[in-house]
């Protein structure tokens, strides 16, 4: 009976998505014949399955530098680390769905692959720019947690040392593409399929990250390098020429899925470009021709090269390919949104790009890859008009150069996530931007605890939560202002605080002491295994992040059977982190219907009888049942 018990009565997973693993299911479901006995991966049956497609060579083109191999080690390894939540730095924490995070950006972005997997619209972010004394390098980039916990003081440091990165020790460029190659890997599994990243970068290391993001992207989800003109001045310390401008790279997870970029409509577009109409006016509006075929220089796709039925019934081809996909293409088409000219008896095909989108709203004009008119000197301005005219951070970017990329790289109800948030930039452009246009934007920011040797701001990320909850007040007292319409005034604009930390739960160590004493205290954490000084909202929210919910997911408290219960997504997962359960809870709760139960294993206190009830009760109700 009691191995029933083991074998049903399974433990919650405390650890963050194994990346490896799942890439390998997914290998597996794709090509089963590469499977072996034994469940792994046989090479030479891959190779055969894959044809010609597989390179073989030594030599092939691609970006090397000491330190990447470690790169996957450091991706693969699971993170046992939480995220606790912090009510009172937060703002309206029960009803917002915003999320700041103070803690090391690459354990964070491992917590949120369960949770936020492929939910993420767009992704900003403004990453050191390698000036050699602006962000910390710790010596052993594996030990990620331990790493971020000695650095932030809650751990004794042991000698390990911090230092910047300099060019003098050799490795300058290599220990940035170390920092970068990781956080872009998971950022990535995070980006919905028609999600795009925007990554900010100045000449020193733009050549490195286009070639990084062309391996971890591929090269065919390039979208544009955009150039913004920072400056309109300057000249006196530069030795040739002056430096004006930077760069923003901009990558979709999938070209073929990406709409066609747009900013806030013209109102004169109507009259100078859209002319046609057809049986969709009333809904969409006029439309005016675009042609199918690719017009400008990129790179040969086979998927986007096939043939169209013309009136005629011949097959059009393009000369060099399509922009749509073939099932894009069949689509409109079946929509009557192509239109065939035929000229010297070739046929060519355009599509009506009608004024109104799917969406409702109106088409506006394409984005230029040059940025004018927005300079860094209204980052600095932005920030001290918030913190009473005082300079807390040199240099942020500014709000409205953010709020650019926004009207273009997401949709209304997007998740923007800025996971090298600085002084809260972003937070505070989608707040405007939901003002400006009524959107229900969200943002999750998360920043490192950097020290400002400042006695009010003691950390980047305590700057981080002032500007955003400055940011709010000001907007909601705007009264008739004009970021504050009719339409905005309920808006969310507050945010949930969260801690990276390591785990509310004492775990086996498999590599420690295994004398008597010691295993006399690892079989105590059967016992005890909540870390002391640990609340029930640390536990929750770490069963909320390990389950795979969203750290914004609803919670409600009920009184069942006279235990305290959580429900969390309108019922969806039922958490009791009572220390005496009974028949009469557990029943209770699988009369309710969740699709999972959590409870402390300790909440039966050793009653073998009482697990055995809970595993069938909820087994026969369908209902998933974890202890943790």
């Known amino acids: 009976m009691a191995d029933q018990i083991k074998a049903e009565a399974e433990k919650l997973d405390l650890a963050s998505l194994d990346i490896a693993a799942d890439k390998r299911a997914e290998l597996l479901r794709l090509i089963p014949e590469a499977r072996t006995e034994g469940g792994k991966i046989d090479f030479d049956q891959l190779k055969r399955a894959l044809g010609a497609a597989v390179d073989a060579g030594k030599e092939r083109y691609g970006l090397i530098w000491p330190g990447k191999a470690e790169c996957f080690k450091t991706i693969q390894a699971p993170s046992l680390a939480t995220l606790r939540p912090s009510p009172e730095?937060?703002?309206?924490?029960?009803?917002?769905?915003?999320?700041?995070?103070?803690?090391?950006?690459?354990?964070?972005?491992?917590?949120?692959q369960k949770s936020y997997l492929g939910k993420i619209k767009m992704i900003y972010i403004d990453p050191p720019y390698n000036t050699g004394n602006d962000f910390i390098y710790p010596d052993n980039f594996?030990?990620?947690?331990q790493t971020y916990l000695q650095y932030t003081g809650q751990v004794d440091a042991e000698g390990r040392k911090f230092g910047t990165n300099t060019e003098a020790d050799g490795r300058f460029h290599s220990k940035w593409l170390n920092?970068?190659?990781?956080?872009?890997?998971?950022?990535?599994?995070?980006?919905?399929?028609?999600?795009?990243?925007?990554?900010?970068?100045?000449?020193?290391e733009q050549v490195a990250l286009r070639?990084?993001?062309?391996?971890?992207?591929?090269?065919?989800?390039?979208?544009?390098?955009?150039?913004?003109?920072?400056?309109?001045?300057?000249?006196?310390?530069?030795?040739?020429?002056?430096?004006?401008?930077?760069?923003?790279?901009?990558?979709?997870?999938?070209?073929?899925?990406?709409?066609?970029?747009?900013?806030?409509?013209?109102?004169?577009?109507?009259?100078k470009y859209y002319e046609g109409k057809d049986e969709h006016f009333e809904k969409r509006g006029p439309y005016r021709l675009k042609p199918l075929e690719a017009t400008k220089s990129m790179d040969r796709r086979e998927n986007l090269i096939y043939g169209i039925p013309a009136p005629d019934g011949t097959q059009v081809f393009p000369k060099r390919q399509w922009w749509w996909s073939r099932e894009r293409t069949e689509r409109v088409r079946a929509e009557n949104g192509l239109v065939f000219t035929k000229r010297n008896d070739e046929w060519s095909v355009s599509y009506k790009q009608y004024?109104?989108?799917?969406?409702?709203?109106?088409?506006?004009?394409?984005?230029?890859?040059?940025?004018?008119?927005?300079?860094?000197?209204?980052?600095?301005?932005?920030?001290?008009?918030?913190?009473?005219?005082e300079v807390v951070v040199q240099f942020p970017k500014p709000v409205k150069l953010i709020k650019h990329f926004i009207q273009f790289g997401a949709e209304k109800d997007s998740i923007i996530l800025d996971f090298f948030a600085g002084s809260g930039t972003t937070g505070q452009a989608v707040l405007e931007t939901n003002a400006e246009d009524g959107g229900n934007r969200k943002f999750v920011l998360v920043q490192l605890p950097e020290p400002t040797g400042r006695n009010d701001y003691k950390t980047i990320s305590d700057i981080t939560k002032e500007r955003v909850r400055r940011a709010s007040t000001r907007l909601r007292d705007a009264g008739n202002n004009q970021l504050d319409l009719d339409h905005a005034k309920d808006q969310d604009r507050g945010f949930r605080a969260f801690t990276l930390a390591d785990s509310n739960f004492k775990a086996w160590d498999a590599e420690g002491p295994k004398d008597?004493?010691?295993?006399?205290?690892?079989l105590s954490l059967h016992i005890?295994?909540?870390?002391?000084?640990?609340?029930?909202?640390?536990?929750?929210?770490?069963?909320?992040?390990?389950?795979?919910?969203?750290l914004t997911a609803p919670v409600e408290k009920l009184q069942l059977a006279g235990k305290e219960v959580f429900a969390?997504?309108?019922?969806?997962?039922?958490?009791?982190?009572?220390?005496?359960?009974?028949?009469d809870v557990i029943r209770t709760m699988a009369e309710k219907g969740p699709e999972r139960v959590v409870c402390l294993d300790e909440g039966f206190a050793g009653n073998d009888q009482l697990k055995t009830n809970a595993v069938q009760t909820f087994k026969n109700k369908g209902v998933v049942f974890r202890t943790i």
């Open 516 to 522: 008597a004493a010691a295993l006399g205290e690892q």
């Open 89 to 112: 730095e937060s703002v309206n924490f029960d009803s917002t769905e915003n999320l700041i995070v103070e803690g090391d950006n690459l354990e964070v972005l491992k917590l949120l």
């Open 179 to 204: 920092m970068m190659y990781p956080r872009l890997y998971l950022a990535r599994n995070l980006l919905k399929d028609d999600g795009v990243l925007f990554v900010s970068v100045d000449d020193k």
């Open 211 to 271: 070639r990084v993001l062309d391996e971890l992207f591929g090269e065919e989800n390039f979208v544009e390098s955009f150039i913004w003109k920072k400056s309109y001045g300057g000249g006196a310390k530069e030795r040739f020429a002056v430096t004006q401008h930077e760069y923003c790279l901009m990558f979709a997870k999938n070209l073929d899925l990406l709409d066609e970029l747009w900013l806030p409509p013209d109102p004169d577009a109507e009259e």
């Open 355 to 389: 004024l109104i989108r799917d969406d409702g709203t109106k088409r506006g004009a394409k984005p230029f890859s040059i940025i004018d008119g927005i300079y860094t000197q209204q980052g600095t301005a932005d920030l001290r008009a918030l913190f009473d005219d």
């Open 142 to 145: 594996a030990e990620s947690l």
């Open 568 to 583: 969390v997504a309108d019922g969806a997962m039922l958490v009791c982190l009572e220390h005496e359960l009974t028949l």
């Open 528 to 550: 005890q295994h909540v870390q002391k000084g640990r609340t029930g909202a640390d536990i929750l929210y770490e069963i909320l992040l390990k389950s795979g919910f969203p």
